[in-house]
């Protein structure tokens, strides 16, 4: 296995470091996450795909406004944006087999699948899913105005 993968010496781990994201409360009831584009950059993945996977384990929703910020619907603190960065790292961007941050995610067909650079390993991802939301506020103002 060494001599057809001299990246994978053992020993030489490859350590992933990236920037720690830049959250900054907007008013009581937005919380802005500066650098999103930049942390996509840096995992080599997709806005959109970063963008779905976050919203969904927040539960909340959220858009991509003008100067490339992430602006989420609620509060939130850095820790919890770092954690969900965190969980979609091991499961979207490291490799299941040699850990190696080096990989390509493709979609084929309706399947997300993880290719590692570095071992050449090909594995399916799960695809994102949104958990259960609540109707709170919506079915309080349909009751308003059938009232």
Not at 103 to 113: C, H, V
Request: charged share 25%.
């Amino acid at each position: 296995m060494r001599e057809k993968n001299p990246d994978m010496v053992a020993g030489k781990k490859q350590k992933f470091v990236m920037r720690p994201p830049q959250v900054v409360r907007i008013g009581t009831k937005k919380t802005s996450f500066a650098n999103f584009t930049e942390i996509c950059k840096t995992l080599h993945r997709q806005p959109k795909h970063l963008l779905d996977f976050l919203l969904a384990e927040l539960g909340t929703s959220g858009s991509v406004d003008g100067n490339s910020q992430l602006i989420i619907k609620g509060r939130f603190q850095q820790k919890q944006i770092e954690n969900v960065l965190r969980r979609y790292i091991k499961e979207y961007v490291t490799c299941h087999t040699c850990r190696s941050p080096d990989t390509i995610l493709q979609k084929d067909t309706r399947l997300f699948f993880l290719q590692c650079e570095t071992c050449g390993s090909r594995c399916s991802v799960a695809s994102i899913k949104s958990g259960f939301q609540a109707v709170t506020g919506k079915r309080a103002a349909i009751r308003a105005k059938t009232a």
